[in-house]
């Protein structure tokens, strides 16, 4: 028999601590709860609902962040123990002997998988990752080593070009979900960010990494993806009105190529408060025009320089 609702959104809210406002934005954005209405249009919430929603709040106060529990599913949820739901987040594991030794395993699963075009196998190295430890855990850890290997084994002809782009779809993927489920909602006193790449750069993976670690930090992004025109994206400052622009740019000589232009709408922005963030491989060593303009580089796969970084401003 399905269950049937049995509390209404004021009783769940004086069970859980969790206001009826943050519920139905949780429910309109991440799915946890779907709950049954009455025929007055009255939310009703069923003995698992209660569940999830203590389970979530005891996660929160461990630290973690409702876009990733949000990832992790509403059957996870249920079936982790209390006893570890309260426990911090999964850093810590992540440092001894038995699961680095594991995390190991699964980059391993994920570079092979690359090199011999095995999708499903790729999948699930990626799911076992992402379920074990934090997505910040997971993408320093497993799959940032893995997409640097993958492109060492091309570069050698181990791995073909075919095997490179999956992993990357794969991983560009996952981290747009990832944006989307930790982007906090866009009220009048959420601080909003822009992430994208400098014009003519295709690779994505660095400004959706730093999208995602700016969303956790309490910013609603904007993510405008690949290529990005600095004209139109000083036209999205001008509507969007963000606090942060982060820039990323994989190939040195695209930085070199689009610097003054950079170093141009950098100063104009940041008139009117934006502050103007560039990182990516593409960024080699000191640059003192950079830093004159008032940019401020960062490192995407350094979460914690990152995060440091963006409650400075």
């Known amino acids: 028999m399905p269950e049937r609702g049995i509390y209404k959104m004021r009783t769940i809210s004086e069970r859980t601590g969790l206001s009826p406002s943050l519920l139905r934005a949780w429910e309109r954005r991440h799915g946890l709860l779907k709950p049954e209405r009455t025929e007055g249009g009255h939310r009703l919430y069923t003995e698992s609902d209660l569940r999830v929603l203590e ?27 209390p006893t570890r739901a309260a426990q911090p987040p999964a850093a810590a594991p992540a440092t001894s002997p038995d699961m680095g030794r594991t995390l190991e395993q699964h980059r391993e699963a994920i570079v092979q998988a690359a090199v011999e075009l095995d999708e499903h196998a790729l999948q699930r190295a990626l799911d076992s990752s992402f379920a074990l430890v934090t997505p910040s855990v ?3 850890r497993v799959v940032f080593p893995a997409l640097h290997e993958v492109g060492e084994l091309w570069a050698k002809g181990t791995c073909s070009v075919a095997g490179e782009h999956l992993v990357s779809a794969k991983v560009v993927g996952r981290l747009i979900k990832l944006v989307e489920v930790a982007n906090p909602e866009p009220t009048p006193t959420t601080p909003r960010a822009i992430c994208a790449c400098l014009p003519d750069e295709q690779h994505v993976i660095g400004a959706l990494v730093t999208a995602y670690q700016t969303a956790r930090h309490g910013y609603h992004v904007h993510y405008l993806g690949a290529c990005m025109p600095l004209q139109d994206l000083e036209r999205s400052c001008q509507i969007l009105k963000p606090r942060v622009v982060a820039l990323s740019v994989v190939r040195s000589a ?16 940041q008139r009117t408060g934006v502050h103007v963030l560039l990182g990516g491989t593409g960024v080699r060593g000191a640059n003192p025009e950079l830093a004159e303009a008032g940019i401020r580089v960062l490192d995407p796969e350094q979460s914690s320089d990152i995060g440091a970084l963006i409650r400075s401003l």
């Not at 389970?55 to 982790?80: D, F, K, T, Y």
């Not at 695209?254 to 922005?269: D, G, M, N, S, Y």
């Open 138 to 140: 997971a993408l320093s």
């Open 55 to 81: 389970r979530v709040r005891r996660l929160l106060e461990s630290g973690r962040s409702i876009g990733e529990l949000a990832s992790l599913g509403r059957q996870a949820l249920l079936e982790s123990s």
């Open 254 to 269: 695209l930085l070199e190529t689009h610097q003054p232009e950079l170093i141009a709408f950098a100063k104009r922005v």
